[in-house]
């Protein structure tokens, strides 16, 4: 059976749009990484996994076993692939290093094979290293957006204080979540889709999950954007469940 990879979605961001990986299939055509410089620079294969995960989480593709799996081979062969089969992952050998991101020994995520492995602080700091040394992924030789660290992201009172209710709502638009439901496609969306709207983390409080929506809401309101706060209803009755927790 022949697998065909989805087309390449593009951003729609002022200047020139970068290729956004859209669906876990286009992970296919992510570039590998130089081996030799890998190996010069000698990070281990759970800050490798950590970069992989990062470009997961900032491309709002679901951080699942298997997708983290593929991306981990596509880019380090040589660290994550089958031996003699590098066009194929090692799902094993990532299993490994998922555990060992674990708090019990790195520290750098958490997991959990029905949502995915999500980052900690610690986490995010060895995906910003390693990012910091081999750049961003290339998809066909082109860079992968977006290229921002999710270590550089502001904090919610930064937010507030240069808040832009036109320019958020823009921004917003160019996420999945929104795309899908421009799409007529919103029940596909996961969990993944939701954080990466409101630029947050599994582990962040659901207080502030729902804080960050109310903020949304007075930004669509502000801006009388009848559409968007439509969208905000489709949120909050879709993942209800997920928004509506208490905090640990």
Known sequence: MKLEDKKLEYGTRHGPAE???SDARNLLRVDPKDARVLQELGFSMAHLTAYSV?????????STY???SVLNARLFPSKFALAGFPELPDAMCTNREILHLRPKYRGFAT???RKGVFLTEKGREAATTVIQALGTPTFEGKTVGPTAAIGNRSTTKGRERTRNPAQIIADCKSKLLYRRFKEGRFEETVIVHLLGLVSLYDHTPPSEIQKELRLLRADAQATEDAEFLEFLDRVKDRFSQYINR???
Not at 54 to 62: D, K, S, V
Request: negative net charge; hydrophobic residues 30%; glycine residues 0%.
């Open 66 to 68: 298997e997708n983290i």
């Open 19 to 21: 290729p956004r990986p």
């Open 111 to 113: 997991s959990d094979p």
């Open 246 to 248: 208490s905090d640990p």
């Open 54 to 62: 990062h470009w997961l989480t900032a491309w709002e593709i679901p």
